[in-house]
């Protein structure tokens, strides 16, 4: 797919202030720190898009970005961020489960994962509870540069695998660095063909 504008277009603190359109959605979300913003602004090519911050976990809405005039890609906010106070937390929570739970227009879930680190639970419990809520997600390896491209794969392959003691079928996974531009065009074809559906 080629990116031809990608514009942003509102953040909203609950699904019900979401756009209304029927588009189809793209949701990106992941631990703080994982590299989803710089993720998204290399999708884009767009550097100041979604805005990559020296400080964790700063975006704490649904936000929406139009791309192409045709699908929205929606950056969700950051998991797991210790320095969040509990009730924060919480809400952060109901927020991205309301969204994700009740959004009909989103089609698929990126969760985004550092290839340098091992399976954390918190990851594995937010894709237990995806696939148990029956939500169509699928996984992106970030910084791969920081491994090199053999050892990334190798590790993204080792992480898929520990999936497996709990899941009798694996979804599909991307390698990605948005330093080196790794990734980005499976990422995207990937997209337009559940578009195209
Ligand atoms: P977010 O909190 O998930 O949005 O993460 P950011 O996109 O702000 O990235 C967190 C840190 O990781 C920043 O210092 C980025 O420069 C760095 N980073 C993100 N992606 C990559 C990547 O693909 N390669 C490398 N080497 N560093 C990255």
Known sequence: MIIK????SISSPTVGQCPNDTKNEFAFIGRSNVGKS???NMLCRHRGLAKTSATPGKTLMINHFIINKEWY??????????????????KLEQMIAGYILQRQQLVCTFVLIDVRHDPQLIDREFIDWLGESNIPFAIIFTKADKLGIVKARAAAS???EKMRDRW??????????SDKAIGRDEVLDYIESINNE
């Open 5 to 8: 504008t990608a514009e942003y």
């Open 73 to 90: 890609l929606v950056d969700l906010p950051g998991y797991g961020f210790a320095k969040r106070s509990k009730t924060v937390q919480q």
């Open 158 to 160: 080792a992480w898929m």
């Open 168 to 177: 009798e079928e694996l979804p599909p996974y991307f390698i990605t660095s």
């Open 38 to 40: 710089s993720l998204i």
